[in-house]
Every structure is written in structure tokens, then in C-alpha cells.
């Protein structure tokens, strides 16, 4: 079993930050690609930024220079710092991972955490 559990999320103004963290547990033999997505009400889930396991990163054109994704290996760990939030970045924020589990035979899935509420609001 593996399980990723969201922190950080809350209500800020606009121009004001927040910080993001995911944490995995389980029966992890590794992890490659960790990311972040975000579902908007009425909208699709949409990726925000993603992090290979060798740091390469990649970012939706609507936060680059506003959001910073940084992995902790060591850890199983994904952050996400939010610079600059908009109104429009209101959303519930998902990480993602695609991680190899422990087995006789070892095979690599995909895994959700349960959505943490951004809401910025003045």
C-alpha cells in the first residue's frame, strides 16, 4: 500500500504565497516523476509543475516565474512554493507520483493525494 498525504493548503489574498507539501509512505522501492495538478471547479485537472527524479522541472505556462517545484528524495517528499497567487489560481491542488512498489515482481503506478483547498480571496 501506498498512500500520499497533502499539506499547506488554506486561504490567502491575492499577492500573497502558500507552500504545498506531499509526502509518501508505503511499500516504495522509488519514485520518478512527482507533480502537482490542479482541478478548478467546472474544469478539468490540469498540470501545474512537475519534477523528474534527476530535478528537471517543468511548469504550465500560467505560473511559470510564480510557483516552485522542489522534491526531497531522501524524504518521498514534492513541494510546491506559490508566489504572487491570483484569484484564478482558486483550485484544489493535487500531487501525483508515479511510483515502484515493493512486490515479487516490482511495478510502477500512478498515485494521488486527497486534494488540498487553495482559495484566494480578498
Not at 490542479?38 to 500560467?62: C, F, H, M, W
Not at 506559490?82 to 500512478?110: H, K, R, W
Request: proline fraction near 2%.
Amino acid at each position: 500500500q501506498v498512500h500520499l498525504v497533502e499539506s499547506g493548503g488554506g486561504v490567502v489574498q491575492p499577492g500573497g504565497s502558500l507552500r504545498l507539501s506531499c509526502a509518501a509512505s508505503g511499500n516504495i522501492a522509488s519514485i520518478s516523476d512527482m507533480g502537482w495538478y490542479r482541478q478548478a471547479p467546472g474544469k478539468q485537472r490540469e498540470l501545474v509543475a512537475s519534477i523528474t527524479s534527476d530535478g528537471r522541472t517543468n511548469y504550465a505556462d500560467y505560473v511559470k516565474g510564480r510557483f516552485t517545484i522542489s522534491r526531497d528524495n531522501a524524504k518521498n517528499t514534492v513541494r510546491l512554493q506559490m508566489n504572487n497567487l491570483q484569484v484564478e489560481d482558486t483550485a484544489v491542488f493535487y500531487c501525483g507520483m508515479s511510483i515502484t512498489v515493493y512486490a515479487v515482481v516490482p511495478y510502477e503506478d500512478a498515485y494521488w493525494g486527497q486534494g488540498t483547498q487553495v482559495t484566494v480571496s480578498s
